[in-house]
């Protein structure tokens, strides 16, 4: 073995479905030269495997001009030129065709798009670590979609809800007299080791070794990715889901208050407007929701779901477009039967990394279930009588109204089912309703609360539900409540209340029960990912400002 001076290595591994245009790109671009070499190695099974390996290289043999010849022209020197900077790509590939690249120079480029993009974090899973140096996340559902974040002394890798990795850098612990690479290495859609080992036969060991790695050793760290979704087939299917889901309104679209565009920042101030374009038509408004896209739809009969998906809006701030974006690129939406998250008009999946990740979150959360306060027609139509006779009936009231049937709809209009639930609960003793009583953060108007425990100083938001986008109302109500809580108090009108701990009921529209054979509900157990992403984010923010948070869970029969 002959040991050189130390190097860097990045390897890549091509996807199975790419070879083929990898190969048309890489003899494109590229010049295959000297022989192609072969390898021979014994597998655990005792068999031998051969393995080829082909260098291919892009040395261009006219210099360019320097960039900035202006500035030696300005102090009367001669202009430069320089020889572009040369391109090298080994490729190694076994008898079952699997294809490794290891880039040199700026040839990732020709590379990262071929490659298995969950390669590395594949390997990187199965790893200990000393020291954590840097970690780069995106999150696709958020407008802060890179972060970079670096560590001192650290040996954790950290994350939240909604995150992905794209990018680690770190120190890997390794056994005692290993010598095939140095303990820093970099992970992302490739791998990138420091070794001293320049040879051809080192490149292989290196690529047995990860092989063995990620098919032997067991998952040392859990790391959260989305991948993005390719089947045509799927796309298709979740497009169709996201129709259905707009058609019932169960999306929302956000721009954010602040981008950039360029080197340039756009704010996104209320003062803006906003051209829909769609179809040859063109509708104009001060207000991006969904009933100004239904109001652009009727007035030029046009169907709403596929205008959703389709259409353009262009900002204008003082008449003037500022930027424009496709409809679909504007609406963070989860899939919850498909795993999937849209995001800018692409859709991503989530890895078992993630789910396990919520899943160990959101257990972390006291649930209670009380079989006391679950709700059925019955009890529903129970009130309504009640309310009638308190109303009508005692009271003698002439509503103008001509029979019974046209009161009890108007009651029903009057108590609708949560407004029903809170009344109800602040009968039994244990609850204060506090239900459509507000204050107000600046101009907005904000419901702090529907109901108060009182024996644990407990703020509620309560929501009927059965789908994400329904329950997690609740979850904004709770959060802009928070915002009004100060030194473990709320004021609600003239009234001042101490805050312990924050909760948010949800009375689940379905008869399948969610409780383990202890009678404890399991929020889990919910095929809401969406949900269970806001609840994460919920609970931190509820510990964040010092307060419990609790969930409580009931059905409505």
């Known amino acids: 073995m002959e040991w050189g001076i130390m190097v860097g290595i990045n ?22 030269v000297g022989e192609t070499r072969s390898f021979k190695r014994v597998n655990e099974r005792n068999m031998t495997v051969n393995y080829t390996c082909t260098l291919y290289t892009s ?21 430069k030129c320089i020889p572009p900077a040369p391109r090298g790509i080994v490729v190694f590939q076994n008898e079952d065709n699997t294809l490794y690249a290891i880039t040199f120079g700026n040839a990732f480029f020709l590379v990262d798009k071929f490659c ?32 970079v974040n670096t560590y001192i002394d650290y040996n954790e890798l ?57 098919s032997h050793e067991a998952d040392k760290c859990n790391i959260p990715m989305f991948t993005k979704v390719k089947d045509a087939d799927k796309i298709t299917r979740l497009d169709e889901e996201l129709n259905k889901a707009i058609l019932s309104n169960a999306t929302q679209i956000n721009f954010s208050e602040l981008e950039i565009i360029g080197a340039t920042e756009i704010f996104n101030h209320n003062d803006c407007e906003y051209l829909f374009k769609y179809q ?58 498909e795993l999937c998250l849209l995001s800018k008009g692409v859709w991503y999946q989530y890895n078992q990394d993630y789910l396990t990740y919520l899943r160990d979150s959101i257990n972390e959360i006291e649930v209670r279930y009380d079989p006391k306060f679950d709700f059925s027609e019955q009890i529903y139509n129970e009130f309504i009588n009640q309310q009638y006779i308190l109303e ?64 644990e100083h407990t703020i509620c938001a309560v929501k009927f539900g059965n789908v994400s986008s329904k329950l997690c109302y609740a979850i904004d109500q709770s959060l802009a409540a928070l915002k ?36 404890r509900p399991q929020l889990d157990e919910l095929d809401m990912l969406m949900l269970k992403n806001r609840l994460d984010q919920w609970k931190k923010e509820v510990r964040l400002r010092g307060y419990k948070p609790l969930v409580y869970i009931n059905y409505r029969k």
């Not at 990018?167 to 056994?175: E, G, I």
């Not at 010598?179 to 420091?194: D, N, P, Q």
């Not at 924050?502 to 969610?514: G, K, P, S, Y």
Request: one cysteine or more.
């Open 11 to 32: 390897i890549y591994k091509i996807d199975s479905d790419k070879s083929v245009p990898f190969y048309q790109n890489l003899c494109s671009n590229m010049k295959r």
């Open 59 to 79: 040395i261009p043999s006219k210099d360019k001009e320097l960039s900035w010849n202006w500035v030696l022209e300005e102090f009367n020197q001669e202009k």
């Open 116 to 147: 298995d993009r969950d390669f590395g974090f594949r390997f990187a899973r199965k790893l200990e670590y000393d020291n954590i140096k840097t970690t780069t996340l995106t999150t696709p559902d958020s407008h802060r979609n890179k972060t």
């Open 158 to 214: 950290e994350f939240d809800s909604g995150e992905s990795f794209a990018k680690l850098k770190a120190k890997v612990k390794l056994p005692d007299n290993f010598t095939l690479y140095k303990a820093s290495i970099e992970v992302g859609t490739s791998i990138r080791f420091s070794t001293s080992n320049n040879t051809l036969d080192g490149l292989l060991d290196l690529i047995l070794h990860i092989e063995h790695v990620i």
């Open 280 to 337: 040859g038509k063109q509708y104009r408004t001060s207000a991006l929701t969904n009933e100004e896209l239904k109001s652009f739809c009727a007035n030029n009969q046009l169907d709403y779901g596929p205008l959703m998906l389709n259409a353009t809006v262009t900002v204008l701030n003082d008449n003037t477009p500022v930027h424009s974006h496709r409809i679909k690129e504007l609406i963070d939406y989860t899939n919850d039967s």
């Open 392 to 455: 009508y009936t005692n009271n003698n009231i002439d509503c103008k109204i001509a029979n019974k049937e046209s009161i009890i709809k108007l009651l029903k209009h009057k108590y609708y089912t949560e407004r029903a639930f809170n009344i109800i609960c602040s009968k039994s003793g244990d609850f204060i309703n506090f239900d459509r009583n507000t204050n107000t953060i600046g101009t907005a108007k904000v419901e702090p609360m529907d109901l108060y425990q009182k024996k």
């Open 484 to 519: 009004l809580c100060k030194q473990n108090q709320i004021h609600v009108n003239d009234t001042s209340l101490t805050v312990t701990s924050v909760a948010l009921w949800f009375i689940l529209e379905r008869q399948t029960h969610i409780e383990d054979e202890k009678g």
